[in-house]
């Protein structure tokens, strides 16, 4: 992608998944790399500062705010996100309180922390998973769908307000993509979910990277504000 080499990258929740094909994606493209995850992984695949961090803690969320003091920061991806699923019914403040936490509350935090780095440089992307639920809800996950409403919202507030400092501010919004957390959805559901999508097929951790690494590149220099559906064509119905 045009202009990422050298830039100073954060990505959360790199250590698999989407994350670890973002990771794997900047590398390539020769970023500089913060990345952060609960554990480090034991075989690093992709060079880059590690940083281990619990998103839901002062602490964690300190440990971010430190590297971005010493490195800097161009580029960041709060990828991190987690599910806590019940119904609606039998959901409990727990389990609505850890989702807000690391999906919502890590959100804003980081991209406060790194727009003031971005405001006094001048330049600066901030990119953020939403999902395809935030579009039309998921039965069972009324605390991940609000988060990923809330990211939408989120984004087109601070594409706002940071736009004139020089500073884009995106959504990703994912289909099903095979990850762990999908894997291990019962066989007889995942295929039905395989139907859903216009493209008949579940995606891949290497096609959210790629959506990352263009809306973090030059060549997407005049999108902000947008949530990019990456789905197979799920929410057309």
Known sequence: MNGLRGKRVMITGAAQGIGLATAERFAREGADLMLVDLEVPQTLTVEGH???ADLATSE???????AMEQKGIDVLINNAGITRDAQLLKMTRTEWDS???VNLTAVFELSQMAAKHMVAQQFGVILS???VV????NFGQVNYAATKAGIIAMTQTMAKELGRHGVRVNAVAPGFIETRMVQAIPAKVLDSIRQKPALKCLGLPKDIASAYAFLASDDARYITGATLNVDGGMVLG
């Open 60 to 66: 964690g969320l300190s440990a971010c705010r430190d």
């Open 50 to 52: 590690w940083i281990r």
């Open 134 to 137: 935030a579009h039309y809800g």
């Open 99 to 101: 989702v807000m936490a």
């Open 129 to 131: 998973a939403s999902s």
